[in-house]
């Protein structure tokens, strides 16, 4: 697999004759805001997302007002999580409509930081959509259980089409990336676009992020975009941004 492709740019979000959506969704761990929130929100805009899948989103001290400050930066609206799902968190254009929202605590391992997931399920014309942002755990063990929970939950959500992400913690040769992948379609895998690698900004090294799609989304194109700033990218966090533009299909 090549490190990086060079592909026409992603397609715009719209709506099909048939009801199905072409949309744009954005994976990205933004360190609890530790760093530039201005920069953040400028590379977040720049993708023009329908959907963004946080991971370390704030979780203490006023983490909404935070988060909402951001949403409102990059022209989005809270859709879920933060704080309440241990870091996870949700964000959408107003072109969602929004059906329901859970927040996840997966259970405690002691002496660990506690996970969970913050998932939705929304509408884009006539495609319904499952969506689901986790941060998994840095130690192994932990984290190929909470892939398989991961899974459970997918499937659990009562729709067809559902798009997973986050922060694996793990590359695409780890036991738990393979799991998930055996199950989900590893976007990058399928249609790779832009860059590969989303560790670190200053040394870009290694894919330990990841969008994830259910078998009947079609993947148009995933990977780092290449157009966006490389000093907002190095400011603004830790990790580089995924971002995938998925065709949907109509219910």
Known sequence: MPTDATLAPLPNSRTEADGSAVIRVLSYNIRSMRDDPVALARVMKACAPDLVLIQEAPRFFRWRKQLARLARAANLVILSGGGSAAGPALLCSLRATVERTEDVLLPLTPGLHRRGFATAVVRFGGARLGVVSCHLSLQKDERYAQGGMLLDRVAAMGVEHVVAGGDLNERPDGRTFRRLAGVLNDCWAVAPWGREHTSTPDDPHQRIDAILATKGIEV??????????????????DHLPVLAALRVPAV
């Open 220 to 237: 148009l194109g995933c990977g780092v975009p290449d157009f966006l700033d490389e000093d907002e990218l190095r400011a603004a966090t």
